[in-house]
C-alpha cells in the first residue's frame, strides 16, 4: 500500500529513537521531553515497552522545565508542537540534560529557528528536524486529528495539521472538495494556501518525485451525510465504538481499562471488520484453540515432569493468550448485553428498511407505531428511528403523541429530541438548498416534483450491493463518492469542486484521468463503518490507495448530541457560518 | 473490482503486441524501442511453455502473454491490468526505471506496488539552525560579559550600576504591573521584573544574598567581600549569565546513571553473545559469565535503590529508578527461557553456584503464578506420599519402587521452585 500510517509511525519511531546499529556506538541513556499535543500522538503509536528498550529511561512534560532535576548524563530529545516553543527556549537557556535533539511535529519557521538558536547560549542543541506527525494514527487507513479547545481560527489550525499528513507522506495533492459547505471551502483554501505558499520552506516543491498520477485530496463534510452515523452498525470495530467507545485505543469495561491496537493484538486485527455472526465464529474458534493448547499443560494431568518444566516455562505465553481472550470476551459479551437489551436486533433490521427502501411506507409507519408503542425500547433509538423516517420521508407528527405518551417512552423525549425530529430534515435540506434552486433554474419548473427530494433520495440510492446480510445493506454515501472519482463515468449527484496547486499543475497539467492515492478528510466526524468501507474498497482495488481520516471518531450518541447542538444554534442564530464551530 | 472482464477487443490487441514482440526480436535487435519509445531489449522471448509470473497459469493466446514493460517478464492478461510511467534505461541501467513524469506503459502487478511505496518525509534543519546559533554566540557572549562586570562593580563599589528601566509590563513574562503586582528591578541589567517568590511567576526573579552568589563564583576579582547580609534583586537572564560558566561544567557522577550504564552495556554485550550463540555454541560458558554479571550487577542495583518491601530509596528520581527497573525486569521476562536453556546445556563446573539464581526481580505476578505451582506440586507429594502409605500396607512393593522414585522427582522440583522463590517463598 503506498499509502500506510503504520510505515509513517515505524519510520517516525526510527528518527526519534534510532535504535542502536552496532556495537561501536555507545549507548546513552535518554529522555523524552513531550508536550500534551505530542504526548497523545507518542501514547497512540507507541508502548511503553518499545520507549523502555530504547533506552529511553525518563519521559517528562516540558511544561514541567522548572521542576525538572539536573542529570547532564541524560541526552535529551524533545518532540514538541510548536505551540512549547516558549517552554523550550527556557529549558534550553537553563539545561537540564546533556544534549538536546529537538523534533518538531509540524513544520516551523525561520523565525522559530531564530530564537531556539539564540537561546542555545551552550550551544548543547545537536539536532533540529521536522517530522510531520500533526495527527493521530488509528488504524494503518485511519487517522484523527486533534481539535483544541478555543482555538481563534479551526481553518488554520486544521489546515496546518492537514498539511502535517501531506507532508509526512511526501504527497503534494490536487484538492477536491464538496462545493456545498462553507467550511470544506474555507479549508481547502487554508491547504492550498499553504502548499503555494513558501511559508514551509519550499517543502511541497519536490514531493510527488515517484507518482505517475497526482494524489488527491477529498475534502466532505460530515452535514452531506447525517444518517451513517445514526444506524446501527454490526461489524466488530463499529460495535465497540457504538456501545463502549473506543478513546484514543483504549476502551473502558466494567471499571476496566483494555487497549485495542490492531498491531499487537493478531485476534483483533482479524476481527475488526467482521460483522457480528462471523466475529462470534471467529471467537469460538479462538478460545477452543486456547483450549487446546492449555489443555495439554494441565498439570494434574501430565506425569512426566519434563514436560512439565517445558509447560511452565510456557507460562507467559498463556497468560497473555489468556488475558487477549479476557478482554475480547468482555467486550463481546458487552455487546451482545447491549444488543438484546436495546432490542437492536429488531431495530436494526427496522433501519435497515427504512433507508434502503425496502418496504412500503404504510407498513414501515406500522412498524415504527409498534416500536414506539413498546416501553421497553429506550427513547433515544425511537428518536434515531424517526429521523430516518422523517429523512426518508416527511416527519409525521402523529408519531410525537405517541412518543410523547408517557405509557409508552420512559423517560420522555427532551425537549432538544422533539426540536431536532422536527427541524431534521429541514436543517440538512437547507444546506444543500443552493443547489437544488440551480438544478431549478436550469431544468424549469417542469421538474419540479422530481426535484423535490433529489438529495435526500440520492442519499438511498447506493443500496443496490449484493449484501444478503439484512443487517448491513446499507452503505454510506462515501461509497458513492470514491467510485465516482475511480471511475468519473458513473452518474452522481456529489458536485466536487477542484483546487489545482502550481507545482502540481505544472508538473501534471490540469486534466488527470487516472486515480491512485487518495486521502480523505470528512469534517464533522467520521464512522468506524466509513473506515471499514474504505478499508474494503481498498482490499478489493489494489490499484487504489486510500487513507481516511477526520477530527471525530463518531458513534450515534455523539452524533445525536451534535445534533441537538445544531438546532439550538439554528433557533438563537440563524446565520450558518458559526456551524463549524460546533461540530 | 479486480475481476473485471476484459472486452475482447483488449485481447486482440495483446496477441498484436506479441506478434509484433517477436518480429521485432527477429528482425532488428539494435533498436529494438517500441512505438512509445520504450526499449524492448529486455523482454523475454516466448519459450515451449509460458508461465505468467505471478499466477502460474500456462499463457496463451487466450489469456494472454504480456510483457512487463517495466521487468519484462512474461504474464497473463489478468495481472497486466496496470500502467506506470517509466523512461528509457541511461547510463549502465539495464531496464526502463520509473518516471513520474515519463511514458504511460503496462506492467504487470509486481512492479506496479513496488512503484506504490510509502515514503516519509522529515525534514533535517540542523545545518541551518547551527548556522544562526553562530551569529548568535557572539551576541550572547558580549551580554554575559556585561553582566559579569556588572556585578563585580555591584560588589565592589556597592552601590547602583544600571540605569532602571521604566514600562509597566514584566520584562520576562510580560505580565502588567498592578497594585498587587509590584514593580521590580533588576539591579545587575535594569530591566524591570516582577516578583512573585511562591506562585507561577516565580522565576522572573529571585532577591538573594550577595554572598551566595560570590560563593558559587571564586574567581572573579573581588576587592572586599560584602558581610552575608546584603541582598539583592536579579532576574532570571542575569543569573542565568552570571552561571555560565559553572554550568557548562560536568556535573559530578550520579549513581543510578552510572549503574545503569554499567547494566545496559552488560545487557548489549548478552545481547549479541545471545546472536552469537545461535550459530556457535562454544561460547555458552562465555555467555554464562556475562549472564552471572548481569544478575549481580541487578541484583546490587536492586538493593541499592529499593527497600525490602520494593519501594524506591531516592523519592526525587522515584520515576526514573522505576523506569530502570521495569525494563530490566523486560529485558529478563522477554529472554527467562532463552537462559534456563543455555544454562541447562552448559551446566558449568560448580553447578549449585553457577546455576542461574532466580532473577531477582520476581514481578509480583510471577510469584503469584511459581506460589500456585509449588501449591500443586506439594499437593501431589501429598497425595503420593498418601499412596505410598496405603501401598506399604497393602504390601504392593512392585509399584512401590516406581512411585518412591516419582516422589523424589517431585521434592526436587520442589526444592528448585523454592529456591527460585527465594524470600517470596511464604505468602
Keep these: ?583 | 473490482m479486480n475481476k473485471s472482464t476484459t472486452p475482447t477487443k483488449k485481447i486482440n490487441k495483446i496477441s498484436f503486441g506479441e506478434q509484433g514482440f517477436s518480429i521485432g526480436d527477429q528482425q532488428d535487435k539494435s533498436s529494438s524501442s517500441s512505438p512509445t519509445g520504450i526499449v524492448r531489449s529486455h523482454w523475454k522471448t516466448l519459450q515451449s511453455n509460458n508461465l505468467c509470473k505471478i499466477c502460474h497459469i500456462n499463457l496463451n493466446v487466450k489469456n494472454g502473454i504480456v510483457n512487463c514493460r517495466k521487468c519484462g517478464q512474461l504474464h497473463c492478461n489478468l495481472h497486466t491490468h496496470y500502467e506506470v510511467r517509466l523512461r528509457n534505461p541511461q547510463f549502465d541501467e539495464k531496464t526502463p526505471q520509473y518516471d513520474s513524469n515519463g511514458i504511460w506503459s503496462r506492467c504487470c502487478e509486481t512492479c506496479y506496488l513496488e512503484r506504490q511505496n510509502t515514503e516519509v518525509l522529515s525534514n533535517n534543519l540542523t545545518e541551518d539552525f547551527k548556522k544562526i546559533r553562530l551569529t548568535f554566540a557572539d551576541v550572547n557572549e558580549l551580554k554575559r560579559i556585561k553582566v559579569q562586570r556588572n556585578f563585580l562593580k555591584l560588589v565592589n563599589e556597592g552601590k547602583e550600576v544600571t540605569h532602571w528601566k521604566t514600562g509597566n509590563h514584566c520584562s520576562i513574562c510580560f505580565v502588567k504591573f498592578s497594585l498587587l503586582i509590584r514593580k521590580h528591578h533588576c539591579r545587575l541589567c535594569g530591566d524591570l521584573v516582577c516578583d512573585d517568590p511562591n506562585g507561577y511567576r516565580k522565576y522572573c526573579s529571585i532577591y538573594l544574598p550577595i554572598i551566595s552568589l560570590i560563593d558559587r563564583l571564586p574567581n572573579l576579582n573581588y576587592d572586599k567581600i560584602p558581610n552575608d547580609t546584603i541582598k539583592f534583586r536579579c532576574c532570571i537572564n542575569c543569573k542565568n549569565g552570571l552561571l555560565f560558566e559553572l554550568r557548562k561544567q560536568e556535573q559530578p557522577e550520579n549513581e543510578i546513571i552510572k549503574t545503569y550504564l554499567n547494566l545496559i552495556d552488560q545487557r548489549y554485550q548478552i545481547e549479541v553473545m545471545l546472536e552469537k550463540y545461535s550459530k556457535d555454541e562454544k561460547i555458552g560458558h562465555k555467555l554464562m559469565n556475562h549472564l552471572k554479571d548481569f544478575e549481580k550487577l541487578v541484583i546490587n542495583f536492586r538493593n541499592q535503590f529499593f527497600t525490602n518491601d520494593l519501594r524506591v530509596v531516592q523519592i526525587e528520581n522515584e520515576q526514573l529508578i522505576k523506569n530502570i527497573y521495569q525494563s530490566i525486569a523486560m529485558f529478563l521476562q522477554d529472554n527467562l527461557i532463552k537462559y534456563k536453556e543455555i544454562s541447562a546445556i552448559h551446566v558449568p563446573p560448580e553447578p549449585q553456584k553457577e546455576e542461574i539464581k532466580p532473577e531477582p526481580s520476581l514481578t509480583k505476578k510471577q510469584v503469584r503464578e511459581l506460589r500456585e505451582q509449588l501449591m500443586v506440586l506439594n499437593e501431589q507429594k501429598f497425595l503420593i506420599e498418601n499412596m505410598i502409605k496405603d501401598f506399604t500396607k497393602s504390601r504392593r512393593f512392585d509399584e512401590l519402587n516406581s512411585l518412591i522414585l516419582n516422589k523424589q522427582e517431585l521434592e526436587d522440583t520442589i526444592n528448585e521452585l523454592e529456591n527460585k522463590l527465594g524470600e517470596f517463598k511464604f505468602i
Design chain 1, 1 to 583: 500500500m503506498a499509502l500506510d500510517l503504520y510505515k509513517v509511525k515505524d519510520v517516525y519511531f526510527n528518527k526519534l529513537y534510532q535504535p542502536r546499529q552496532n556495537a561501536s556506538e555507545q549507548i546513552k541513556p535518554k529522555v523524552l521531553l513531550l508536550d500534551k499535543i505530542t504526548t497523545t500522538i507518542i501514547s497512540m503509536s507507541y508502548t511503553q515497552s518499545q520507549l523502555l528498550s530504547n533506552d529511553i529511561i525518563l519521559i517528562e512534560l516540558i511544561e514541567n522545565y522548572k521542576t525538572l532535576s539536573v542529570m547532564k548524563h541524560l541526552n535529551c530529545i524533545v518532540f514538541v508542537s510548536i505551540k512549547s516553543l516558549s517552554s523550550l527556549i527556557s529549558e534550553l537557556k537553563s539545561p537540564h540534560f546533556g544534549s538536546y535533539e529537538i523534533y518538531f511535529n509540524n513544520s516551523i519557521n525561520k523565525n522559530q529557528i531564530e530564537k531556539i538558536a539564540e537561546s542555545d547560549e551552550y550551544e548543547i542543541v545537536d539536532k533540529l528536524i521536522e517530522i510531520f506527525q500533526d495527527y493521530l494514527i488509528l488504524n494503518s487507513h485511519l487517522y484523527q486529528i486533534q481539535h483544541e479547545p478555543g482555538a481563534i481560527n479551526p481553518y488554520l489550525e486544521d489546515g496546518s495539521k492537514l498539511t502535517s499528513l501531506l507532508l509526512s507522506l511526501k504527497k503534494n495533492p490536487i484538492i477536491k472538495y464538496e462545493s456545498n459547505s462553507n467550511d470544506i471551502k474555507r479549508l481547502s483554501s487554508e491547504i492550498l494556501y499553504n502548499i503555494n505558499s513558501n511559508s514551509n520552506n519550499n517543502l511541497f516543491d519536490d514531493l510527488n518525485i515517484h507518482n505517475d498520477v497526482p494524489p488527491i485530496l477529498l475534502l466532505l463534510d460530515r452535514k452531506n451525510d447525517p444518517i451513517t452515523p445514526l444506524i446501527t452498525p454490526w461489524t466488530y470495530q463499529s460495535m465497540i465504538h457504538e456501545f463502549c467507545k473506543i478513546e484514543k485505543n483504549l476502551v473502558n469495561i466494567e471499571n476496566q481499562q483494555i487497549i485495542l491496537t490492531d498491531s499487537n493484538d493478531q485476534f483483533y486485527k482479524e476481527s475488526m471488520y467482521l460483522n457480528y455472526g462471523d466475529l462470534t465464529d471467529k471467537f469460538q474458534k479462538y478460545v477452543e484453540k486456547y483450549k487446546s493448547e492449555t489443555n495439554q499443560s494441565q498439570i494434574t494431568k501430565t506425569s512426566n515432569l519434563n514436560e512439565l518444566k517445558k509447560i511452565l516455562m510456557k507460562f507467559p505465553e498463556f497468560k497473555k493468550f489468556s488475558t487477549n481472550i479476557l478482554n475480547h470476551l468482555n467486550i463481546i459479551s458487552e455487546i451482545d448485553k447491549q444488543i438484546s437489551l436495546q432490542k437492536l436486533w429488531d431495530l436494526g433490521e427496522l433501519q435497515q428498511t427504512i433507508v434502503c427502501d425496502l418496504d412500503s411506507q404504510q407498513n414501515i409507519k406500522e412498524r415504527i407505531i409498534t416500536v414506539l408503542k413498546d416501553s421497553k425500547i429506550s427513547t433515544t433509538n425511537k428518536v434515531k428511528i424517526l429521523l430516518l423516517y422523517s429523512i426518508r420521508f416527511n416527519f409525521d407528527q402523529s408519531f410525537l403523541s405517541i412518543l410523547n405518551d408517557p405509557l409508552c417512552s420512559d423517560p420522555l423525549p427532551s425537549e432538544e429530541q422533539v426540536n431536532l425530529l422536527s427541524k431534521f430534515k429541514s436543517l440538512f435540506n437547507l444546506t444543500n438548498l443552493t443547489n437544488i434552486q440551480k438544478q431549478q433554474q436550469q431544468q424549469g419548473l417542469t421538474n419540479i416534483f422530481a426535484n423535490k427530494n433529489i438529495n435526500i433520495s440520492n442519499l438511498f440510492k447506493n443500496h443496490q450491493n449484493e449484501n444478503d446480510n439484512i443487517y448491513l445493506q446499507y452503505t454510506p454515501r462515501l461509497n458513492e463518492i470514491i467510485n465516482k472519482l475511480i471511475d468519473p463515468n458513473l452518474e452522481s449527484s456529489v458536485k466536487l469542486n477542484t483546487l489545482i496547486p502550481d507545482k502540481v499543475k505544472q508538473k501534471y497539467g490540469t486534466t488527470t484521468e487516472k486515480v491512485q492515492d487518495i486521502i480523505i478528510y470528512m469534517n464533522g466526524g467520521l464512522t468506524y463503518e466509513e473506515s471499514r468501507l474504505i478499508h474494503e474498497i481498498s482490499e478489493n482495488n489494489k490499484k487504489i490507495n486510500l487513507i481516511i481520516g477526520s477530527d471525530e471518531m463518531l458513534n450515534s450518541e455523539t452524533w445525536l448530541n451534535k445534533l441537538y447542538n445544531l438546532t439550538k444554534d439554528k433557533q438563537t442564530e440563524p446565520e450558518r457560518t458559526q456551524f463549524r464551530d460546533l461540530l
